[in-house]
């Protein structure tokens, strides 16, 4: 069996590919440098995907600072602190990301021959983005059935997988302790520094996770002392 992971080098991906792995999946991660803040989430994931012996980890060149509308593109854009509970979706929705990302990964599936695609998305502890919803996937999944070769002429339904779509951010992180999951090699915050920021809203949502799981968070951080 083979499968392609949807791979930031974050957490909920991380935990993800770990699942996949548990299930016994032949792993091929696919992850993207789209011109974001920072490259350190590109490390994080060569990292995880060398920690899993993954067969093959390729990385898409994609140039989404162009269309911007984001802070995680657009560096003129600050990334916003201590807005984990707004009910507006926040300035770090990056649009169509992972309708494009999903896309590449269909192709990608096509020709290794996997028939599952894995992604990290999260409808309970996420951002408000658009793109995290079950709505969403059900929708591509229909897309995918009908959008590429293996489905239309070698009658070869490719799976959409988000084992972690119902899951709290607690969840994911004992998810992750409980496969042994290289959560030391993961990054969330936005900031990208060599010390996670501690104080936007990734960083937040992460450490109330690890925090609510009673689990230490092995990553370095500039600040932990932020109320959540």
Do not use: W
């Amino acid at each position: 069996m083979k499968a392609v992971v949807l791979l930031s080098g974050g957490l909920d991906s991380t935990v993800c590919m770990a699942v996949a792995q548990s299930l016994g999946y032949e792993l091929f991660p696919i992850s993207f440098n789209y011109n974001q803040r920072h490259d350190r989430e590109l490390e994080s994931a060569s990292n995880v995907a060398t920690y899993y012996k993954a067969t093959k980890h390729i990385v898409i060149n994609t140039n989404m600072d162009i269309i911007g509308g984001s802070a995680l593109t657009d560096n003129q854009l600050a990334v916003p602190v201590g807005h984990v509970d707004d009910s507006k979706i926040p300035i770090t929705y990056v649009p169509a990301r992972n309708l494009i990302f999903l896309s590449y990964a269909l192709g990608y599936a096509e020709v290794t021959g996997a028939d599952h695609i894995f992604i990290g998305v999260n409808a309970l502890d996420y951002s408000g983005y658009p793109d995290c919803r079950p709505e969403f996937i059900q929708q591509f999944q229909q897309l995918a059935n009908y959008s590429t070769k293996a489905s239309v002429a070698d009658q070869r339904q490719i799976i959409i997988e988000t084992p972690l779509l119902q899951l709290s951010k607690k969840d994911i992180v004992l998810l992750g302790k409980k496969l042994n999951a290289p959560l030391e090699l993961t990054t969330s915050c936005y900031n990208g520094g060599q010390a996670a920021c501690g104080q936007c809203d990734s960083c937040m949502l992460r450490l109330k996770g690890f925090a609510d799981a009673g689990v230490s968070d092995p990553i370095l951080y500039e600040s932990r002392s932020v109320k959540i």
